[in-house]
């Protein structure tokens, strides 16, 4: 349904897409993962033919976006990181307005209009000013104007971003409910969303793909090792920073031990282990043995820069080694 | 054709549902009923003056009354233009919902026509109001109403021909108030031209006279359809949105 090849945007001074290539099945929904800047919204942006690629193509159902923007248009829905409302228009007006200007004739709007308000759960502010709606509503009805002509492809930027705990839950909800008619890529930097929404996921990194999988083939590859927190105290007296770190990076099965900080002659440690290695049990005898307090220890959840250091280490560059 | 008209209905229901439409009604509603009082006003004194000295009443009101009213209209006109353009590009590029309307299947002459028809409507509406005024004359006197004619078509011209100007302008910034400055200086040198090149006969002066706004207007005032003008304003028009155009595609390059 798309498909990306050597994709390049330039701006004036940075690149911010570098060459990256994927395809997306019919009916699939993907997430396009990566840290603030990495080039999410400009790929979209040139899915969308909001901008044109600086080199490489990009064709969405089989159109592309340079030769035949008008036909890509027609087959997307696009929500942009904040939805394009209209202050002074009521929800109705609006959706209506979006939907005669996405092609669907003045017979049929009013209808679908009242089905998208019934699908995203805004037919109670039908009347409001856009203007007067809360940022979940605000969210909402920024898809109901990306789903209004039923289109094949459903691109969403960041479409939880600045919600709450349980908007972000009903906002997942909805965009899972409407998988089975549309192929949809939605961008995020969080890792559990794709965990939980998504079934592929697409990882890009600084405008470079870093990895192109199914979401359980990766978090099974991203399973095999551990980051544990960690924070040592002295029994009595002053401890040095530099002793603690080369204790534990003897500890058998440590790849990494990264300082973090010492407060109160406390010193926090992260330290991630080799791929199968389960090092908490060892690190807390190492510390206990040496004489001194283990004030705290605990596993945490890989963080999404750390996703980055092991899939780059991994594949050997990385880029390279995105087909799925 | 379909596209042009939707995109100009959302803009008329963004004019009318702010206080602009209705600000900019009465603004012109006053300064142009004052000039129509004023220049009705003179008429009469003269008309009384030369009655008077035994001349009859031998005044024109098409003369004395319409054409200094239609050349104050094109005047309070240069400021109108700027607040009627500025908002159309730059307030969809600051709150984004230029994604919206750049990635919907319509061309981007589509959505700059509907954008400039519904600016020149609204001005037409508010044209309509110093028409009331000129109707005013016809329940006491017997004016020509073909130079009336001509002379609001004279308006309808300029009018488009600075609106396509505002409308280029508003699309190269996402601030209202730098776009509809920048508009006002534009217009307000088009009217001058008019001044400098009074006192100069080199090849310039005449390239400024004409372009100036002013220098073109004049004869639909008389009430004189001129091919040659209307052709000047035409061209404006076109060359405006043609240079709207290009700064649509050139802000995809750079967005
Ligand atoms: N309009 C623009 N002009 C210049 N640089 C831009 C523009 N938009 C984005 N960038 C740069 O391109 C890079 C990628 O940005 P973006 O696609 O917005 O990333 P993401 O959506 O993943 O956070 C960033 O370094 C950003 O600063
Ligand atoms: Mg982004």
Redesign the pocket.
């Known amino acids: 349904m798309i498909k990306v090849e050597s994709l390049t945007?330039r701006?004036?001074?940075?690149?911010?897409?570098d060459g990256i290539s994927f395809e997306v099945e019919k009916g699939r929904i993907v997430g396009?993962l990566?840290?603030?800047?990495?080039?999410?919204?400009?790929?979209?942006?040139v899915l969308t033919c909001f901008m044109p690629p600086t080199s490489g193509t990009a064709r969405v159902a089989g159109f592309d976006v340079l030769q035949q923007p008008l036909e890509v248009k027609k087959r997307i829905g696009y929500l942009p990181?904040s939805p394009p409302l209209y202050p002074e228009m009521e929800v109705v007006e609006y959706l209506r307005f979006v939907g005669r200007l996405k092609g669907i004739p003045k017979s049929a709007v009013d209808r679908r209009v009242d089905e998208v308000c019934e699908r995203c759960a805004i037919t109670d502010v039908r009347t409001r000013l856009l203007s007067k709606l809360s940022r979940g509503y605000r969210q909402r009805v920024g898809l109901a104007q990306a789903i209004i002509h039923n289109p094949d492809v459903l691109i969403l930027?960041?479409p939880t971003a600045g919600l709450d705990p349980k908007q972000i839950n009903e906002t997942r909800r909805l965009i899972k409910s409407l998988a089975g008619d549309h192929t949809i890529i939605l961008?995020t930097?969080i890792l559990p969303e794709v965990e939980q929404t998504c079934e592929q996921v697409i990882i890009?990194d600084?405008?470079k793909l870093v990895a192109t999988d199914t979401v359980e083939n990766l978090t099974h590859r991203l399973r095999g090792s551990e980051t544990v927190a960690v924070e040592v105290a002295p029994r009595d007296g002053a401890l040095e920073t530099a002793e603690v770190q080369r204790r534990l990076e003897q500890v058998p099965g440590v790849s990494r031990v990264i300082f973090k900080e010492t407060r109160d002659n406390r010193h926090r440690f992260e330290v991630e282990s080799l791929e199968g290695r389960s090092v908490r049990g060892a690190l807390a005898r190492s510390v206990v043995e040496a004489g001194w307090d283990l004030v705290e220890l605990h596993a945490t959840a890989l963080s999404l820069e750390q996703i980055f250091l092991q899939l780059t280490a991994s594949e050997d560059g990385g880029a390279a080694g995105g087909k799925p | 054709m379909k596209n042009i008209w939707i995109i100009c209905r959302k803009e008329l229901r963004s004019y009318f549902a702010s206080p602009i439409a209705y600000g900019l009604m009465a603004f012109f509603a006053a300064i142009a009923g004052y000039f129509f009082y004023v220049a009705t006003a003179i008429f009469v004194t003269r008309g009384l003056e030369s009655q008077m000295m035994g001349r009859g009443f031998p005044m024109d009101v098409n003369e004395w009354v319409v054409r200094p009213v239609l050349m104050n209209i094109s005047v309070i006109g240069l400021f109108l233009i700027p607040m009627i353009t500025m908002r159309l590009f730059a307030e969809e590029k600051r709150s984004g919902t230029i994604e919206l309307l750049a990635t919907s299947p319509v061309r981007d002459s589509e959505i700059i026509l509907g954008k400039w028809l519904a600016a020149l409507i609204l001005y037409t509406c508010i044209l309509a109001i110093s028409a009331l005024n000129i109707a005013l004359l016809f329940l006491y006197g017997k004016p020509d109403w073909r130079p009336i004619l001509v002379g609001y078509l004279g308006l309808l011209l300029q009018g488009g021909a600075l609106l396509a100007i505002g409308t280029f302008i508003s699309t190269t910034t996402r601030n209202q108030i730098i776009a509809g400055t920048a508009t006002f200086a534009a217009c307000l040198l088009l009217w001058v031209f008019d001044w400098i090149t009074a006192y100069e006969t080199t090849t310039w002066a005449k390239v400024m006279s004409y372009l100036s706004v002013v220098t073109h207007f004049e004869p639909f005032a008389k009430g004189v359809l001129d091919s040659k003008h209307a052709i000047y304003y035409l061209s404006v028009i076109f060359f405006g949105l043609f240079l709207t155009a290009r700064s649509m595609e050139s802000l995809r390059w750079?967005?």
């Open positions: 945007k701006y004036a001074r940075t690149v911010a897409v396009f990566g840290p603030n800047g990495a080039g999410k919204t400009t790929t979209m942006r990181e930027d960041e961008s930097h890009i600084k405008g | 750079r967005a």
